[in-house]
């Protein structure tokens, strides 16, 4: 059990490359604004940490509405296009007249990048990487690279493990991925960058973060993570060089490398998560599977 626990975390916890949306393998949103007229329309590709509920109704709108881990700020729609609750927020159908729209939200300092499909819209499908302007990778598809690193840090009187790892993306992005092997109270994970920090959005005890810049291979840019938690903090500094990869570290000495969290990655084999009515699938290669790893067909 404790390896397929760890097969589906590490689908979950995939680098951050950019493929494009299987619309075919996301299932459709359920319409609770009544009626039907909603019914087979649209679909959402979360974001980590996002979670969508459905079509409802605010007010007399028709809405996809989703929350996050923290209070919303921002989003990228017009402002008449949707409207702010707390840590939801309800996007208005009308703003999405194409067949696929990209959306960023901002809660809790976290950037949330996700799309949405209307199956009557119009225009085409055309999410690759490198067709948006400034959007090449550098020096073309690189392979991704992972580096691993461990270490036990004093959490307010007691030894938590953190296991990390850096992911050098082909987008020449970088994805920071922490996990920690107990829970923190009020933890605040946040990763520095040449002095700029960025907050990483959390699920359990975990979090992942990918930046937007990109970092050219060579590169040994500052970086630690800082664990904030309720009275103090844990640093953890990273000796990391921009496409350097290594083994990740095995739970036991003399264990297997990689059996504990891990992160599998994608070369021609393309990963994605499915978050339905609350439970997460693993799409592999076009087949589906459940949070224990079981092939559903």
């Given at each position: 059990?404790?390896?397929?626990?760890?097969?589906?975390?590490?689908?979950?916890?995939?680098?951050?490359?950019?493929?494009?949306?299987?619309?075919?393998?996301?299932?459709?949103?359920?319409?609770?604004?009544?009626?039907?007229?909603?019914?087979?329309?649209?679909?959402?590709?979360?974001?980590f940490?996002?979670?969508?509920?459905?079509?409802?109704?605010?007010?007399?709108?028709?809405?996809?509405?989703s929350?996050?881990?923290?209070?919303?700020?921002?989003?990228?729609?017009?402002?008449?296009?949707?409207?702010?609750?707390?840590?939801?927020?309800?996007?208005?159908?009308?703003?999405?007249?194409?067949?696929?729209?990209?959306?960023?939200?901002?809660a809790?300092?976290v950037?949330?990048?996700?799309?949405?499909?209307?199956?009557?819209?119009?225009?085409?499908?055309?999410?690759?990487?490198?067709?948006?302007?400034?959007?090449?990778?550098?020096?073309?598809?690189?392979?991704?690279?992972?580096?691993?690193?461990?270490?036990?840090?004093?959490?307010?009187?007691?030894?938590?493990?953190?296991?990390?790892?850096?992911?050098?993306?082909?987008?020449?992005?970088?994805?920071?991925?922490?996990?920690?092997?107990?829970?923190?109270?009020?933890?605040?994970?946040?990763?520095?960058?040449?002095?700029?920090?960025?907050?990483?959005?959390?699920?359990?005890?975990?979090?992942?973060?990918?930046?937007?810049?990109?970092?050219?291979?060579?590169?040994?840019?500052?970086?630690?993570?800082?664990i904030?938690?309720?009275?103090n903090?844990?640093?953890?500094?990273?000796?990391?060089?921009?496409?350097?990869?290594?083994?990740?570290p095995?739970?036991?000495?003399?264990?297997?490398?990689?059996?504990?969290?891990?992160?599998?990655?994608?070369?021609?084999?393309?990963?994605?998560?499915?978050?339905?009515?609350?439970?997460?699938?693993?799409?592999?290669?076009?087949?589906?599977?459940?949070?224990?790893?079981?092939?559903?067909?």
């Amino acid at each position: 059990m404790k390896k397929i626990f760890s097969f589906v975390l590490a689908l979950m916890c995939a680098s951050g490359l950019s493929f494009a949306t299987d619309w075919s393998s996301i299932a459709f949103l359920g319409d609770g604004a009544g009626g039907g007229a909603y019914t087979n329309k649209y679909k959402v590709e979360a974001a980590f940490g996002q979670n969508v509920v459905n079509i409802q109704l605010d007010g007399d709108k028709p809405a996809i509405y989703s929350y996050f881990l923290a209070a919303v700020t921002s989003c990228s729609l017009p402002a008449d296009q949707y409207r702010i609750n707390g840590a939801g927020i309800y996007l208005y159908l009308s703003a999405f007249v194409a067949k696929e729209t990209a959306v960023s939200v901002e809660a809790g300092g976290v950037t949330y990048d996700f799309k949405v499909f209307y199956a009557d819209g119009t225009g085409e499908i055309t999410d690759e990487p490198g067709d948006e302007p400034g959007d090449e990778p550098q020096e073309g598809d690189l392979t991704p690279a992972t580096f691993y690193g461990r270490e036990v840090k004093d959490v307010a009187g007691t030894d938590v493990t953190f296991n990390w790892s850096i992911t050098r993306n082909a987008d020449a992005t970088l994805t920071f991925e922490i996990s920690w092997s107990s829970e923190i109270a009020g933890v605040v994970p946040q990763v520095s960058i040449n002095d700029a920090y960025s907050t990483l959005p959390m699920q359990g005890t975990m979090a992942r973060f990918t930046t937007k810049e990109t970092y050219t291979d060579g590169d040994k840019p500052v970086i630690f993570f800082l664990i904030a938690y309720t009275g103090n903090a844990a640093r953890i500094d990273v000796d990391y060089t921009v496409g350097a990869s290594n083994e990740q570290p095995g739970d036991e000495p003399g264990e297997n490398p990689g059996q504990g969290v891990e992160s599998i990655q994608p070369s021609a084999i393309s990963y994605q998560k499915v978050l339905r009515n609350g439970m997460l699938y693993i799409i592999k290669n076009g087949i589906r599977y459940n949070a224990l790893g079981a092939e559903i067909r």
